[in-house]
């Protein structure tokens, strides 16, 4: 019998100390890595970590868009200390180091032996409540001396038969769901790119790339959870003139471009390459 604690921190890249987070990372790489490029890395680490995008990118949407939005959810609300772009990938990297202290707390001194984060998404599990309450008090207090804060509204504790969403899909005693908000993001994919087919004949002959990749992103997520029925709805949602440029594999496990099409892909790109060689030497 157990219970299951899931927290969220707030607004947790908006609130990073890029100070903190180089200092620990400069220390991470001093004692685990070995290569003789060391300084460059150190070099290239700073330049990411302390870059600020939000003073010299190009804004695509119009101000008047960004009025509903949160000060705590936008880095050009920062004074430059604190924050990353979500969107980069190396954000999301450092981001796991970041923490990499408070795991070793939860897990090793604080008597939580099963727990799991990705980000800022924590999930841990333990046959008393009221020793997830006190855990729960002690992250809180260890993030609010690094500047950071749970987020009130995303404390979830509950009965393990419940069960616990986490990172896209609900997982419930012996079985797994995908999240609706996942499936959504599925659907609401495909639907665009549907309307794009529908808008040019020559559109999927020449975008088949593209339409493989997305899909096939939502469906090698769909093949951890109990989802072959979703995938007969992903199928059957899919426009006619997609089918002429792909077909399914497996028990509906991934979408493939047919070699033709391929093909021209890759003359595509050959032909291109050859242009950007052309303009070089002329």
């Not at 001093?30 to 290569?35: A, I, K, M, P, T």
């Not at 997982?171 to 996942?182: D, F, M, V």
């Not at 002959?205 to 992103?217: D, L, M, R």
């Not at 399914?248 to 493939?256: I, P």
Request: overall charge positive; aromatic content about 10%; glycine content about 8%.
């Amino acid at each position: 019998d157990c219970y299951i604690l899931k927290i969220d921190i707030r607004s947790f890249f908006m609130k990073i100390s890029k100070r903190r987070l180089y200092d620990l990372t400069e220390e991470l790489l001093h004692e685990r890595y070995g290569g003789n490029d060391l300084a460059i890395l150190l070099y290239l680490l700073r330049e990411t970590i302390f870059n600020r995008p939000e003073k010299n990118c190009i804004r695509k949407t119009p101000p008047q868009s960004w009025r509903g939005l949160p000060k705590d959810k936008s880095l050009f609300h920062s004074d430059g200390s604190c924050g990353l772009p979500i969107g980069n990938l190396t954000s999301q990297l450092l981001a796991l180091n970041f923490l990499d202290g408070l795991d070793h707390l939860i897990s090793e001194e604080w008597g939580v032996k099963h727990y799991g984060r990705y980000v800022d998404d924590m999930v841990l599990v333990h046959p008393s409540k009221e020793h997830l309450i006190e855990v729960k008090a002690k992250i809180a207090g260890w993030l609010s001396e690094h500047g950071l804060s749970l987020h009130p509204r995303k404390i979830y504790l509950q009965h393990y038969t419940k069960g616990v969403l986490f990172i896209g899909g609900m997982i419930l005693p012996g079985r797994k769901y995908l999240s609706n908000r996942t499936v959504g993001f599925c659907y609401d994919a495909i639907d665009r790119l549907n309307r794009l087919a529908a808008g040019s004949p020559d559109y999927v002959k020449t975008h088949g790339e593209e339409f493989v990749s997305t899909i096939n992103s939502y469906l090698g997520m769909m093949r951890h959870f109990s989802s072959y029925n979703l995938r007969c709805k992903v199928m059957s949602r899919i426009g006619k003139e997609w089918w002429q440029v792909i077909y399914f594999a497996g028990h509906l496990e991934k979408v493939v471009l047919k070699k033709r099409y391929r093909q021209i892909e890759c003359k595509k790109e050959e032909i291109c390459n050859e242009i950007k060689e052309l303009r070089r030497t002329v």
